[in-house]
């Protein structure tokens, strides 16, 4: 059984494959200027590339875990997130409010797909 | 390696399916004017049932995740959770805090179990 | 398919195993009067330790959720974190800020590793 590690530097690894799955480092946007659909456009972008990467692809992923820095973003993320889902594709999701690591961002999203 | 969604929208799915595992949406409460045990409750039947479509029980979830609205309800929540989680087989579990993406939900579980 | 459930009680396992993967329950500190750095090592260490019993090791981990009750000490986590993490080997990792269940824990550290 081997694990494949992909972008990974001394305190995480943006994704890691085992076992026929792979699991992301939960992606925030690079421009925190962008407001809440913008950061969540950047996010997806990025998750679409590492999935990639990884032998993977959106209509895979199992679980998404969704981390507002407020809930009253909730319907503006979700517009981008709505339109990025693939038709008859949606992971299981949970979407919770959190004050994020840094400030500046708004979303952090944090998904585990199959290879 | 296929994938089974269940209760699939737009958005996410209710059940997604894969590789031996089945991943539950985070559950919360339809009727929030309920106080924080029969949240939990409903909460609970709904992953019963969920897990039942999927193929699976209660008996065979390995990590649960419990977001609390108010950690002040910890014990409140435990008391319907201890007496739910099956003798001998409780899985390993995180509970935090997280404003809910609904201000009226006080609770929401997510769940990974084996099918 | 078997599940493998170490200590376990009535509300949750501290680590569970299946399907190639060990789910470890979300470790906090025993001694609440430490700092962050002090609450940091003291859960790495359980967490080794647990991984030790599971058949696995922190060379596996695939995936950790680190909940901050203060996301100001990030980096006060981080400088334990990072020197704990093993080269080349570091897990996707998602850190969010939560008022965890007890006020005094400042660090709570969920992990998925393969065994």
Same mark, same amino acid.
């Not at 943006?14 to 996010?43: H, M, P, R, W, Y």
């Not at 319907?75 to 004050?99: L, Q, Y």
């Given at each position: 059984?081997?694990?494949?590690?992909?972008?990974?530097?001394?305190?995480?690894?943006?994704?890691? *494959?085992?076992?026929?799955?792979?699991?992301?480092?939960?992606?925030?946007?690079?421009?925190?200027?962008?407001?809440?659909?913008?950061?969540?456009?950047? *996010?997806?972008?990025?998750?679409?590339?590492?999935?990639?990467?990884?032998?993977?692809?959106?209509?895979? *992923?199992?679980?998404?875990?969704?981390?507002?820095?407020?809930?009253?973003?909730?319907?503006?993320?979700?517009?981008?997130?709505?339109?990025?889902?693939?038709?008859?594709?949606?992971?299981?999701?949970?979407?919770?409010?959190?004050?994020?690591?840094?400030?500046?961002?708004?979303?952090? *999203?944090?998904?585990?797909?199959?290879?």
């Amino acid at each position: 059984m081997s694990i494949k590690r992909l972008h990974t530097n001394a305190r995480m690894s943006q994704s890691v *494959i085992a076992n026929g799955f792979v699991f992301l480092a939960g992606q925030v946007a690079t421009d925190t200027a962008k407001n809440v659909a913008g950061q969540t456009q950047e *996010i997806l972008d990025k998750i679409d590339a590492l999935l990639a990467e990884s032998g993977s692809d959106k209509t895979k *992923i199992v679980q998404a875990t969704i981390w507002l820095a407020d809930h009253q973003t909730f319907n503006e993320m979700n517009g981008v997130w709505d339109a990025w889902v693939p038709e008859g594709n949606a992971p299981a999701r949970a979407c919770v409010e959190s004050a994020l690591a840094f400030p500046p961002y708004t979303v952090e *999203i944090g998904v585990i797909a199959t290879v």
